[in-house]
């Protein structure tokens, strides 16, 4: 069976079509395209974006995300444990929030200053 998607790897967007049988990734214009494809169609994996509560700061929340990807069924779990959590000011960009988030290897930082 032949499935089609769009790759978010890189800017150009390419429309792939993968073999889901052999594998076999067939559209791309980059070597990024056949690796997002084949993990897209056996372990999908997202970079988590969003923000926590701060104490103390500028703002009321704190822009963070994921350092690395994490596996895609995670990711409301991931949410709900960032939907908790409180940092206190100061907070300094590339700071760790959360270290090994899930057991997935991955951190949660803060992605700005505040």
């Given at each position: 069976?032949?499935?089609?998607?769009?790759c978010?790897?890189?800017?150009?967007?390419?429309?792939?079509?993968?073999?889901?049988?052999?594998?076999?990734?067939t559209?791309?214009?980059?070597?990024?395209?056949?690796?997002?494809?084949?993990?897209?169609?056996?372990?999908?994996?997202?970079?988590?974006?969003?923000?926590?509560?701060?104490?103390?700061?500028?703002?009321?929340r704190?822009?963070?995300?994921?350092?690395?990807?994490?596996?895609?069924?995670?990711?409301?779990?991931?949410?709900?444990l960032?939907?908790?959590?409180?940092?206190?000011?100061?907070?300094?960009?590339?700071?760790?929030?959360?270290?090994?988030?899930?057991?997935?290897?991955a951190?949660?930082?803060?992605?700005?200053?505040?």
């Amino acid at each position: 069976m032949i499935k089609e998607m769009v790759c978010i790897v890189c800017p150009m967007g390419c429309h792939l079509k993968i073999d889901t049988e052999s594998l076999n990734v067939t559209g791309n214009t980059c070597p990024r395209g056949p690796v997002y494809a084949k993990e897209e169609l056996t372990a999908p994996k997202r970079v988590i974006t969003s923000t926590v509560r701060i104490v103390g700061g500028v703002h009321n929340r704190l822009p963070v995300k994921t350092d690395m990807s994490i596996p895609k069924e995670l990711n409301f779990e991931c949410m709900k444990l960032l939907n908790n959590i409180e940092v206190k000011s100061p907070i300094k960009h590339g700071e760790i929030i959360i270290e090994n988030i899930l057991g997935t290897g991955a951190n949660i930082v803060a992605c700005r200053d505040m």
